[in-house]
Each structure stands twice: as C-alpha cells, then as structure tokens.
C-alpha cells in the first residue's frame, strides 16, 4: 500500500495563528501546490465545526478538498469540557451525543478516522476515583467504537501528556480493556516521546520505557491505527502539551520508529503534525520532503 502524506490543519488555527487562522480554502491551495496528498481536518470553527457546517455545506466542503485533489485523512473532533469519566452520566451521556453527533459529520464527508482523547489535564479529573474513569472510558470507547465500526469510521485515541493517561502502561492498558477491533491508538512521534522518555506530567511515580518512542511503538503493534510524525526537543509547549519541533530540529530517530511501526500499520496516511509551531506555514515544503524522502527510504512511497 502506497503511503499518502497529510497535514494537520490545526497548526493554522492555533497557537501563532490563533488571532488570524489562515482560510481553510487558502490552506487548501497550498497544500496542492506543494504536492500533499492530503489534510487532517480540525472539527470545530473556523474549519469544520458540525454544529456550522451542515446540509449542503457539507456536500461543499467536501468539494473543496476535491477540488485541490485532496484526501481527508481524519477527523480531529472537538470534546472540551464532555468528560465519559465524569460522575456525572448526564455529562457522560452528553459525550456520547457529541461523540455521535461527530461521527455523522465523518460519515457525510467519508473521511476514514475519528480522533479521541482524555479531555482532562492529568493526572486526574477531580473528584473522580482512578479505576472509576479508567473503566469508564474504556466502556464508552467500546461502545462508541462499535457505533463508528458501523459507518465504516476507524476510532483513534491519541495520548499525549497533557491529558490523562498519558503512560505508557496505561495507553497500552486501554487499548487493551477498550477490546474492540475498531478502537485503536493515534501514534504521535512527539507526544510518544515526552510520555515514554520523559514522563512529562504523569502522577507519581513517573514511567518511562527504556527504548522510548521506539519501544512504545512496539508494544503497542497493530493497534496504531495513525500516525502523525513530528520531532521533539524535550520540552513542553507552554507547560501543557509536547512541543512539536520541525523535522530535524530534535532527538527523535525517525528511521527507527517508523522501522517500528511499519510491520502493523495498515493505514496508507502518515501526518505531519505542526501544531503550536510558530512558523508552521512557512515550513510545509520542507516538511514535506522529509517525510517523502523518509517513508521512501522505508519502500513506503
């Protein structure tokens, strides 16, 4: 299978350019110009919010991405504030409308994945006991996974320190308790790396892996069910989340990782992941090369 290189559009609506997010239609352009296959699609304003996009807006917008020969690699929902942890089930249960209400707009629009996470900032969502929003999310993500396995919609959770969760025994735990064939992990280089290697914001005591990134990827096998590649300087961005550093720019060695990957990994998309970087649309043509000239040194392209 052909590996086809997509973008997020979440690096030009946030961070530097959150006072003027760059048009979805001018980020299009470019991305063809350059020779991307494809965008990751951020699911809230001012790109693709569902409660705004609707009816034939939609038939639109998929039509924008044609229209510059683009694929819509997955779909980056927005669940802020909705907690299926919560103590709350009327909460729990606005999480799996909002959950549904997403799924439909993926379904409308055929992208192939659904993004996922935590919601809460680590270590844990207040007042709530451990094992309590553990198993909670778990039988959430079941179910909701089974909704989207329906409409064809692949579910991928990604980790990353800035939310619950985030070690590498626990990723490895809720794929595992999760159980269901169309639940799988979003595998971001970055956030692999600060969560594996650094233990950035986890509870006490802290957990690392000895091979990192590398070694997390090879637990976790089969089930990455997405990529984004990025690298990491070791630091956090803005205390809360990895920074993503250009390619090349940090101490990830990409030739291993995706040497990790790449035996269970049966998704042609593979992202770069530029969110928060301040300069990140003046780098797109030199992060594409990267990732052209790396997934063709792996006979992926």
């Known amino acids: 299978m052909k590996a086809r290189i997509s973008v997020g559009s979440s ?4 961070g530097a350019y959150s006072s003027n997010p760059i048009p979805l239609e001018k980020v299009c352009a470019r991305l063809e110009e350059l020779g991307y296959d494809g965008i990751e699609l951020l699911g809230m304003k001012p790109y693709a919010d569902p409660d705004e996009v609707t009816g034939s807006g939609r ?32 909460e729990r249960e606005d999480y799996r409308k909002l959950f549904m209400k997403n799924l439909r707009f993926c379904a409308d629009l055929e992208i192939p994945s659904i993004r996922v996470d935590t919601v809460s900032e680590p270590p844990m969502l207040a007042g709530v006991a451990y094992e309590d929003a553990f198993s909670r999310f778990a039988g959430t993500w079941n179910g909701l996974a089974e909704e989207a396995a329906r409409e064809g919609v692949l579910v991928v959770w990604e980790f990353e320190p800035g939310f619950m969760f985030n070690k590498p025994s626990e990723i490895v735990r809720m794929v595992r308790d999760v159980g269901h064939d169309n639940f799988t ?23 690392t892996l000895e091979g990192g990134e590398v070694e997390l990827a090879r637990n976790l096998g089969e089930k990455i069910g997405y990529v984004h590649l990025i690298d990491s300087d070791n630091t956090l961005h803005d205390n809360a989340t990895s920074t993503h550093a250009p390619f090349g720019t940090g101490v990830i060695d990409f030739d291993a990782v995706v040497k990790a990957i790449k035996p269970g990994y049966e998704n042609e998309w593979w992202t770069i992941d530029l969110c928060f970087w301040p300069g990140a649309w003046d780098i797109l043509e030199e992060s594409l090369s990267f990732m052209d000239t790396l997934l063709k040194k792996h006979d992926l392209r």
């Open 11 to 14: 690096a030009f609506v946030f």
């Open 59 to 90: 038939k639109k917008l998929a039509g924008l991405f044609r229209s510059h020969g683009l694929g819509i690699s997955n779909y980056g929902a927005d669940f802020h504030e909705r907690s299926p942890a919560s103590n709350d089930s009327g």
């Open 185 to 207: 992990v979003l595998y971001d280089s970055c956030h692999a790396h600060m969560c594996a290697d650094r233990a950035s914001r986890q509870a006490d005591p802290p957990e």
